[in-house]
């Protein structure tokens, strides 16, 4: 997955940065947490084994006790009619017909899933066959005593488990997209199982010893580039897995990465209930200086809520909490407001994604242990471009000591802003200020107010530049679906065809901000492409389905800040590396990339929404149709890099701290609040600014 405010645009960088600061960040990859196996899933059984991230697996995990009533589910599928335990058979001959998970999806358009008729009580069956089945593909490849190959090991490798990637593709995307209660319930449960049973496939007896037969012989088998590449990731996820440690150690390992698998899973369902819970009730006069489709916004979000009549709500949602700090002229609401959004994770006793946070960071640095490094920040970046965390600092602080001096002058601007307008603010300028007084200065100076682009970039409006733009680069054309039930009525369905009209790819947009859904933005896929398929499997099944997920707020219509709609584009970027995938092999497809590469396409796309052309053609007004003025787009041109300072400050912080956190090698009595004040005292944090995304979430 990629982009999520992250699945991958990591929480801690914003976009529309320089690609050099922004391939720093992403050779951290280690922001607490990352995303919960559930989320891996989402790329296919071969991407949850090829996982390095903190979850694991074990061969017994989905079987039932000796002492449940239930069928032991291993033994079940393998007995027959005329069986003593013939019940257990016509038990799981049931299951199997019973569930839309299990069943075939050749019925449903293009093999999509069947979202209503799945409830969250189907997954963990589900799971437990197409676990089941998924060990049973590689013991296959165990049992083949021929000479092992390419083509009888690695590819068939590849692509084993494709029930348990159906089954995993939607349990994860639904825990992003549609995280009800009762879906985190399942969630939580999973989340060591799915862990557990990824161990058990990387520790499969004998498997690992074929992979690296062929691996070691690859260069003399008349194998192709992509044929290579493959077999080095493959041997390179086993090895990061553990397949090479000995039986007792892999034991040891396989639990821990359970343990980490259910603390991630844990950490982030924290964040989403903070998101979900926290509302601040208004009424129409706090919402003074708030621009009319913010105030429509917040009206909607309290008819959601079942609020009074002329009562208005905030939630944390970055498109309600950023532009309530940005416009609201009342400095008491903005420190309030502010301090829930910074706090995410700590709102409730009960929730302690601190204690969570500082769990993980000690078993990271155990599980980086049991591969040579001494600290975890080491292992992750050996499997990086960047290779080393020297490499990551020494790029980082250059971005970094430029960013505090660029800072550092637009909060003396802001300063004498205030100063001149004869105003005095307790303390000075501070975190819940910067954006309300940079939006004024920004005003002053450019003789720009953002609000009067929000008429021209309406959500179709931007939507339609996108694909345009995607259509002119690529060839592509979209087919609205409005006939395809998803799991959500707000969600819109797109064939997606090249130039020649063939189907390339199925493409979900989910737009808009809603309970249980995830924060940020970001893509990520129902079916990844590849070539290389069971013999029997639906050709249909090559085509990949592709989702990009944002959180902006409803409207009528839907009007995005400038900011709003780059994201769109951003997600876009990700989105094409799906849909455009050439690759042979699922673990090479799509976006199966290095992690301090996988933004380059997104950072591409996204500034191609800033082209005057595509600006001027499609930007208009959303009632008058009216072209976006060009002294508008000039104001926008000259204070495009406006504010620059802060907003570097805010990610890059995040990333150095990160990178500090887990570059540690003792965890003894580590106090993680003290740790980050610590920190960012001695990066020298400039006054006004926290980072973007504190440790508890």
Known sequence: MTCRSSPSCLPSFHRSQPLASIFALLAVATILPSRSLAFQLTRGSRRILASSLPSSHSSTAFQRTPGNSHCHLSSALKMTATSPSASCAAAASTLVSSNPLLQSWSSQPFNLPPFADITPAHFKPAFDVAMENHLADLQKIVDDESEPTFDNVVAPYDRAGPQLGKVGSVFGNLCSSKNTDELQKVQSEMSPILSKHNSAAMFLPGLFGKINAVYEKRHDSGLNSEQIRLVERIHLDFTRSGAAFDEATQK?????????????????????????????????????????????????????????????????SRSLVEPFLTFSDRR??????????????????????????????????????????????EYQCLDRMAKTPENVMQLLENVWERAKKAADREREALEEFVKESGETLDGGIQAWDWRFYATKVKAAKYDMDETLLKPYLSLDAVTKAFFAVSGNLFGLTYEKRDDVELYHEDVNLYEVKNKDGKLVSLFIHDNFARPFKASGAWMSEYRSQTRNLPADADKIEEVPIVSNNNNFAKGSPTLLSFDDATTLFHEGGHGHHGMLS??????????????????????L?????????????????????????????????????????????????????????????????????????????????????????????
């Open 332 to 377: 008491d609401l903005r420190e309030q407001a502010w301090r829930a959004w910074t706090r995410r994770g700590e709102l409730d006793d009960d929730r302690d994604n601190l204690s969570i946070a500082t769990k993980i960071l000690k078993l990271r640095k155990k599980q980086a242990e049991y591969h040579g490094c001494k600290t975890f920040a």
């Open 252 to 316: 040891e390992y396989a639990e821990l990465k359970a343990e980490l698998a259910g603390l991630t899973t844990q950490f982030q369902q924290n964040v989403m209930k903070d998101e979900e819970t926290y509302e601040m009730v208004l009424k129409k006069e706090d919402m003074s200086g708030c621009p009319d489709g913010l105030v429509e916004a917040a009206r909607q979000a309290a008819i959601d809520r079942n609020k009074a009549d002329g009562e208005y709500v905030i939630t944390l």
């Open 582 to 603: 050439d690759a042979s092999y699922s673990r090479l497809s799509s976006t199966s990339v290095l992690t301090d590469f996988v933004e380059l396409p997104s950072q």
């Open 605 to 697: 796309m996204e500034h191609w929404f800033e082209e005057p052309e595509v600006l001027k053609k499609f930007c208009r007004h959303y009632e008058t149709g009216e072209e976006i003025p060009e002294e508008l787009l000039a104001k926008l041109k000259a204070a495009k890099d406006f504010n620059q300072g802060f907003e570097t400050i805010e990610y890059t912080s995040c990333a150095l701290l990160d990178m500090a956190m887990h570059s540690l090698d003792n965890y003894d009595d580590f106090d993680i609040s003290k740790f980050e004040q610590t920190e960012l005292d001695r990066l020298g944090m400039p006054q006004g600014i926290v980072m973007r995304h504190r440790p508890g979430h």
